[in-house]
């Protein structure tokens, strides 16, 4: 038998073999196009509600359009391909976003690294007592701890978590973080809390970047300043957790970062370098709306419901630790506030 004999029965055996990525694409139509219109739909909606993330609305919209629709073969496997390859080529942009400049330097960030490590560790410990899983309980340290939906969205495919698990992290910590906007500024204004210390609250505790730093300008501008700065510092936590997470969760020791870990890794650096890419925002939030749909739009309601209760219970608690070390924090007098 020569080689190109050999070569043509292989193909037959196995079908995949002779695909190639034009014509998986091709079969793969029907669910991008899903994807690509409920994540038009959720990125029109985060403008006119900016109190919602698009992430949120990506995986709710996803939800609900795709267990109202009949899901084919070729429509589940679009979905798959958006819910992956989008998320991976989001999260390998999303370091060039990362401003890496002007952050506070503080002997106070030291202790904000340690509460923020024991919020990831009291995340996997309730995940487990809860019944969700350690890392369903990252995933929730993750969105806690560092920023919100981005957090929980770059940390999924390294956790290898199900889709309901991702939906129930996304709605509670944004459930959360809207319900702390309101509330945190209005007792900060009841106890006349100084500016520092009211921006130390928000921008130390609050999931969403977003939310962070609106509760911290609701309170005053010195407020706000401290908020963003704190923050910041928070989602620049991601180019150390990140890499972390993808060496003890998802390779297991094996020493080896899935690829978009390291473009990941590389676009912070460039993002230090030049400063952040302006123009990639819009990009990188429209692709983790398209992922995010096809994850929605393969989440069962039963599954979601099962998961939802016990996510939100674990993201409560996290952020009662979160906001129980900032206080610490302030105390010990290294903040400067109080």
């Known amino acids: 038998?020569?080689?190109?004999?050999?070569?043509?029965?292989?193909?037959?055996?196995?079908?995949?073999?002779?695909?190639?990525?034009?014509?998986?694409?091709?079969?793969?139509?029907?669910g991008l196009i899903f994807c690509l219109v409920v994540a038009v739909i959720a990125r029109a909606l985060a403008t006119v509600l900016p109190q919602v993330s698009g992430a949120a609305l990506a995986i709710a919209l996803g939800l609900l359009a795709g267990n109202l629709l009949p899901m084919g073969a070729a429509r589940e496997a679009g979905l798959k391909r958006a819910a992956t390859s989008g998320l991976e080529i989001a999260i390998a942009l999303l370091g060039l976003t990362i401003p890496l400049s002007g952050l506070p330097s503080s002997?106070?960030?030291?202790?904000?690294?340690?509460?923020?490590?024991?919020?990831?560790?009291?995340?996997?410990?309730?995940?487990?007592?809860?019944?969700?899983?350690?890392?369903?309980?990252?995933?929730?340290?993750?969105?806690?701890?560092?920023?919100?939906?981005?957090?929980?969205?770059?940390?999924?495919?390294?956790?290898?978590?199900?889709?309901?698990?991702?939906?129930a992290a996304l709605a509670s910590i944004n459930l959360l973080s809207a319900g702390g906007m309101i509330i945190l500024p209005a007792i900060a204004a009841t106890l006349g809390i100084d500016d520092s210390t009211a921006g130390w609250w928000t921008g130390g505790s609050l999931q969403a970047v977003g939310q962070a730093v609106g509760a911290g300008f609701a309170v005053s501008p010195g407020a706000g300043e401290t908020a963003t700065a704190?923050?910041?510092?928070?989602?620049?936590?991601?180019?150390?957790?990140?890499?972390a997470l993808g060496l003890i969760a998802?390779?297991?020791?094996?020493?080896?970062?899935?690829?978009?870990?390291?473009?990941?890794?590389?676009?912070?650096?460039?993002?230090?370098?030049?400063?952040?890419?302006?123009?990639?925002?819009?990009?990188?939030?429209?692709?983790?709306?398209l992922a995010l749909a096809g994850i929605g739009a393969r989440i069962h309601p039963r599954t979601l419901l099962a998961q939802g209760p016990r996510m939100l219970l674990l993201c409560a608690l996290l952020f009662l630790v979160q906001f129980g070390g900032v206080l610490l924090l302030i105390r010990s007098g290294l903040t400067g506030a109080g």
């Open 230 to 243: 704190v923050k910041l510092f928070r989602v620049a936590m991601l180019v150390g957790l990140l890499p």
């Open 250 to 289: 998802h390779e297991r020791g094996r020493g080896r970062l899935p690829w978009f870990v390291v473009g990941f890794v590389l676009s912070t650096a460039i993002s230090g370098w030049l400063g952040p890419v302006q123009q990639v925002r819009p990009v990188v939030a429209f692709l983790l709306a």
């Open 1 to 30: 038998m020569n080689g190109h004999e050999q070569g043509t029965r292989g193909a037959r055996g196995n079908p995949a073999a002779g695909v190639s990525l034009l014509q998986k694409l091709a079969a793969e139509w029907q």
């Open 107 to 167: 002997g106070a960030l030291g202790g904000l690294v340690v509460i923020m490590l024991v919020t990831l560790a009291a995340g996997a410990l309730s995940g487990r007592l809860l019944g969700l899983g350690a890392h369903a309980g990252l995933l929730g340290g993750m969105g806690s701890a560092v920023c919100g939906s981005a957090a929980i969205a770059a940390s999924a495919p390294l956790l290898r978590v199900n889709a309901a698990v991702v939906a």
